[in-house]
């Protein structure tokens, strides 16, 4: 007589219904979902410096992470306006490039203030709930203040 004993088929339907259903679903889903999460975003300044577009990317990465490309092209743009200003006086005198380099100056300047005007509301909201939640760290940071 065996030691081993067989399972009646009763118990072993379980097990045949979950590789039934795993068939039948295999069908249908894939095996790995991977979805990517905001395709197409990048989220901060993403830039791709390679041996293809530089001839010195670590150089290249280091001055990055100092200086931006919109710092680098802002003091540029900076120091060109104030020539321009310098040598046309009169705006009418001014060849159409360098005019039009100017009006991208002075909207650039504008989007600036702008931006610093939308901080400020932000500011002022935080510290109004500041002022309403912990009204101890709020005096405190107005002393600090100049």
Same mark, same amino acid.
């Not at 931006?115 to 500041?130: A, N, P, S, T």
């Given at each position: ?25 295999? $069908? ?48 540029? $743009?900076?120091?060109?306006?104030? $020539? ?63």
């Amino acid at each position: 007589m065996s030691t081993e004993s067989n399972p009646s088929p009763f118990f072993e339907w379980p097990t045949m219904m979950a590789n039934a259903m795993q068939h039948y679903v295999s $069908m249908f889903a894939p095996n790995a979902l991977n979805q990517p999460i905001l395709p197409g975003w990048d989220i901060g300044n993403t830039y791709y410096v390679t041996e293809q577009n530089s001839s010195a990317p670590g150089t290249e990465k280091a001055i990055l992470e100092s200086n931006s490309y919109g710092r680098q092209i802002g003091k540029i $743009m900076d120091a060109l306006t104030e $020539m321009i200003a310098q040598q046309y006086q009169d705006a009418a005198d001014r060849p159409k490039s360098l005019q039009d380099l100017m009006d991208m100056h002075d909207e650039i300047e504008k989007i600036k203030i702008r931006q610093v005007k939308i901080r400020l509301g932000q500011i002022k909201k935080d510290l109004e709930l500041l002022s309403e939640k912990d009204q101890h760290a709020y005096q405190s940071f107005l002393k600090r203040l100049p």
